[in-house]
C-alpha cells in the first residue's frame, strides 16, 4: 500500500535525491512512492533543468541576491533567522551559502548581528559529559524510534508524536502525529514508513509502551514479535537512561524548540500533521546538522535495498529443528515439561535446536534464537513454566563481528 504523503513538494524532493544515487532503481523507487515511472523521470527531468523551482510552482530559492550594502545583508541574515528562530550562526552561514548567496559574513559576524538585535536568548549550561558516543557506519543498520509529546488539541484528545531517526545519517524517517500510542497505531505508521523507505536491520527503543515489555520473564511484545518476523531486531536502551537513546534525544529537543515552542494552540491532528511535515522537510534537506560537519541529514540517507514484503513471511526452520506451537498463555510443551516463552509468541510456532554441549538446547523464533536451556541445570521443581526469554538490555553500539540479520538484497528470511 503506498505511504500517504501529507506534503508534495517533501515527496518530490526525497524522490530526486534517491533517484540520483549510485545505484538506484527506478522501477522498484517508484513504485515505492506509489507513482508511474513516466511522472518518476518527469520530476527527475524538472529537477535537473530548474533545481527545487522545477518541483513546485513558487520556488523557495530567492531569484535575486539584494546584498548590495552590509545593510542588506543584516536584513538578510534576519529575516532567515526569524524564519528559524532557533538556529544559530553557524546553521545560518551554512544555510545562505546554500541558498547561493554571495557575500556571506563569518558566523561570529552573524551571532553579532542577531545580539545587537536583541534576537539571542541568555547562554545555556554546557552540556555534562563526556559521553560515550556511538554510530553505526551505514544508513538503515540502525534506527531510533521514540514517543514525543503528548499535546493538548484545541478540539478534543491530544497528540502523541511518533518519531524515526536513522543513527548514521540522522535524517529523520517520521514525524507522525497520532491519537494514542497503542502497538496497533504504531505498526500502522511503520508500515507506511517500511514502505517507503525499506525495512531496518535494528530499531533502538527505550523500556515504555508499546515496544517494550513490562515482563521480566520475557522482553518481547506484539510490535517486536512482528518486527522479528519482518527481519528486523527490536533493541532497547537501559532502563533510566536516556543518554543511550542521544541522537533520538536531540532530535525532540530540535522539535520542541523549532515547532512545539513557536505555536500556542494545536487544533488537531490534521494541523500538527502539517507542521510537522515542514519541519521533517527542512530537518532533512535543508538545515545544517554540527555533527554532520555543517551537512544535511539527506547527503548521507539512502534507502534500504531490503523492500517491505507485501505479506509476512513464513517462519523457516532447520529439519532437525524440534518445532513447537506456543499456547495461549505463552507456554511450550518440550520433552514432557512446560516453558514459558511469552504470550507475544502464542499461536505461533518455536524451534528447539541442540547445541554442540550435551544437554543444551537453543530456542528460536524463525532465524532469531530468543532463549536457551540447560537440563543438566533443571531439577523437576523449577522446570514447570521456567522463563527460557529473559529481559535484557543489549548495548547499541555497533561491533565488527555482530552477524548481518539478512542479505541486503533479499527481502525473504535467511535461516541462521
Given at each position: 500500500m503506498p505511504w500517504q504523503v501529507k506534503e508534495l513538494f517533501t515527496m518530490k524532493r526525497e524522490f530526486v535525491m534517491f533517484a540520483q544515487q549510485e545505484g538506484s532503481n527506478m522501477a522498484e523507487l517508484c513504485r515505492r512512492f506509489g507513482i508511474s515511472r513516466v511522472c518518476g523521470?518527469?520530476?527527475?527531468?524538472?529537477?535537473?533543468?530548474?533545481?527545487?523551482?522545477?518541483?513546485?510552482?513558487?520556488?523557495?530559492?530567492?531569484?535575486?541576491?539584494?546584498?548590495?550594502?552590509?545593510q542588506a545583508m543584516e536584513r538578510v541574515v534576519l529575516e532567515l533567522r526569524a524564519q528559524h528562530p532557533a538556529w544559530g550562526g553557524r546553521k545560518l552561514k551554512?544555510?545562505?551559502?546554500?541558498?547561493?548567496?554571495?557575500?556571506?559574513?563569518?558566523?561570529?559576524?552573524?551571532?553579532?548581528?542577531?545580539?545587537?538585535?536583541?534576537?539571542?536568548?541568555?547562554?545555556?549550561?554546557?552540556?555534562?559529559g563526556p559521553w560515550q558516543r556511538f554510530e553505526y557506519q551505514a544508513p538503515n543498520q540502525l534506527w531510533q524510534m521514540d514517543f514525543k509529546g503528548p499535546l493538548k488539541l484545541v478540539d478534543t484528545g491530544r497528540c502523541e508524536i511518533l518519531t524515526l531517526l536513522d543513527d548514521h545519517s540522522r535524517y529523520s524517517l517520521a514525524v507522525e502525529a497520532c491519537a494514542n500510542q497503542r502497538a496497533q497505531t504504531v505498526k500502522g505508521r511503520l508500515r507506511e514508513v517500511f514502505g517507503r523507505y525499506g525495512l531496518p536491520e535494528r530499531i533502538l527503543s527505550d523500556n515504555g509502551s508499546p515496544w517494550g515489555s513490562a515482563e521480566a520473564a520475557c522482553p518481547y511484545t506484539e510490535l517486536g514479535v512482528w518486527l522479528l518476523r519482518l527481519g528486523v531486531e527490536l533493541i532497547h536502551g537501559r532502563p533510566y537512561h536516556p543518554q543511550t537513546q542521544g541522537k533520538q534525544e536531540r532530535f525532540h529537543g530540535s522539535l520542541q524548540v523549532e515547532v512545539l515552542n513557536q505555536s500556542t494552540a494545536w487544533r488537531d491532528l490534521e494541523h500538527c500533521q502539517k507542521r510537522f511535515s515542514q519541519f521533517r522537510n527542512c530537518y532533512n534537506h535543508e538545515r545544517p546538522h554540527?555533527?554532520?560537519?555543517?551537512?544535511?541529514?539527506?547527503?548521507?540517507?539512502?534507502?534500504?535495498?531490503?523492500?517491505?514484503?507485501?505479506?509476512?513471511p513464513a517462519l523457516?526452520?532447520?529439519?532437525?529443528?524440534?518445532?513447537?506451537?506456543?499456547?495461549?498463555?505463552?507456554?511450550?510443551?518440550?520433552?514432557?515439561?512446560?516453558?514459558?516463552?511469552?504470550?507475544?509468541?502464542?499461536?505461533?510456532?518455536?524451534?528447539?535446536?541442540?547445541?554442540?554441549?550435551?544437554?543444551?538446547?537453543?530456542?528460536?523464533?524463525?532465524w532469531k534464537r530468543i532463549g536457551g536451556l540447560d537440563f543438566k541445570e533443571l531439577s523437576q521443581t523449577d522446570c514447570y513454566r521456567m522463563a527460557l526469554c529473559r529481559k535484557t538490555s543489549p548495548p547499541p553500539t555497533p561491533s565488527a563481528d555482530a552477524p548481518t540479520l539478512l542479505k541486503a538484497s533479499s527481502a525473504t528470511l535467511q535461516r541462521p
Open positions: 523521470y518527469k520530476w527527475l527531468r524538472a529537477f535537473r533543468e530548474d533545481g527545487d523551482s522545477g518541483l513546485e510552482q513558487r520556488s523557495r530559492r530567492p531569484r535575486s541576491h539584494p546584498l548590495q550594502t552590509a551554512r544555510r545562505l551559502e546554500r541558498l547561493g548567496f554571495e557575500g556571506v559574513p563569518a558566523a561570529s559576524t552573524i551571532t553579532e548581528i542577531l545580539r545587537r538585535h536583541g534576537q539571542l536568548g541568555q547562554p545555556g549550561l554546557e552540556a555534562q554540527e555533527a554532520l560537519q555543517m551537512q544535511v541529514p539527506a547527503s548521507r540517507y539512502r534507502p534500504s535495498l531490503r523492500a517491505m514484503p507485501e505479506n509476512l523457516e526452520y532447520l529439519a532437525q529443528d524440534q518445532v513447537r506451537r506456543v499456547k495461549t498463555k505463552g507456554e511450550v510443551k518440550f520433552k514432557g515439561q512446560l516453558f514459558y516463552v511469552g504470550q507475544a509468541f502464542a499461536g505461533l510456532d518455536v524451534a528447539f535446536r541442540q547445541s554442540a554441549q550435551e544437554n543444551r538446547w537453543e530456542l528460536f523464533f524463525g
